[in-house]
């Protein structure tokens, strides 16, 4: 198993321009999110997902889109990237306990480092 | 809302030291505690977890954290550490029980361990 992985692993922006991320888990996980993590403040969740088809807001969404239209991708966008976005973006998922309990260990993918300039 | 606070941001310390790095929480309900770690240039592992049961919990790699209900702390413990053990410490909290958090952490701001030959 790949587990979670994440595509592009760098990116350069420029003010204005827009991009995806792809993050991508072969876990049959039901949940996943999308965290930015940068110095001194940890990781902040941006937007995760509960569900194919379902999407929900975090800690810190303004600025980012994301969609779950497979169970096993969800895609995080800045429409129009502002230098405040520089950032390295982790992808996670989760599983369900029997029962619909989830299992709050999350697995990680490796990060994409983000610079907008 | 629950936060989580690290207490040290930087350690510095020699082979074969004791580590003990400081994890707080401010929710008052029943929690899944974690601590996780980075290696330099790679994604977030996990170390350990807890979710009930015995407080004393052990983790991969030789670490412990301890669960004191009463002081809502979560500290990690290794007694020797190894160069290898040079990383990005974070402690995270999921709040169980409330709808708002279901599945989701909340993580600390980081603690950076360096460990000297």
């Known amino acids: 198993n790949a587990g979670v992985t994440q595509t592009p692993k760098f990116r350069v922006l420029k003010t204005g321009q827009s991009m995806t991320l792809l993050c991508a888990q072969d876990?049959?996980?039901?949940?996943m999110y999308w965290y930015r993590q940068d110095p001194g403040m940890g990781l902040r969740l941006i937007h995760y997902?509960?569900?194919?088809?379902?999407?929900a807001k975090g800690e810190v969404p303004d600025g980012y889109n994301v969609s779950r239209l497979k169970k096993q991708n969800f895609l995080l966008g800045l429409e129009s990237a502002a230098p405040s976005q520089t950032s390295v973006y982790f992808c996670?998922?989760?599983?369900?306990?029997?029962?619909?309990?989830?299992?709050?260990?999350?697995?990680f993918g490796p990060g994409t480092r983000l610079t907008v300039l | 809302a629950q936060s989580v606070s690290q207490h040290n941001h930087h350690v510095i310390l020699s082979e074969a030291a004791s580590l003990e790095l400081g994890c707080n929480y401010s929710y008052g309900g029943t929690v899944n505690l974690f601590w996780y770690v980075q290696y330099p240039g790679q994604h977030l592992q996990l170390l350990l977890k807890y979710f009930s049961g015995d407080p004393l919990v052990k983790g991969i790699k030789g670490f412990e954290a301890e669960f004191i209900k009463s002081k809502f702390s979560f500290n990690l413990r290794k007694p020797s550490v190894q160069w290898s053990d040079t990383a990005e410490y974070f402690c995270a909290v999921n709040a169980r029980g409330t709808t708002d958090s279901w599945g989701k952490l909340q993580f600390g701001a980081g603690t950076q361990v360096v460990v000297t030959p």
């Open positions: 996670a998922s989760s599983y369900l306990l029997a029962g619909g309990f989830p299992y709050n260990e999350q697995f």
């Open positions: 997902s509960v569900g194919e088809g379902t999407t």
């Open positions: 876990m049959n996980h039901e949940y």
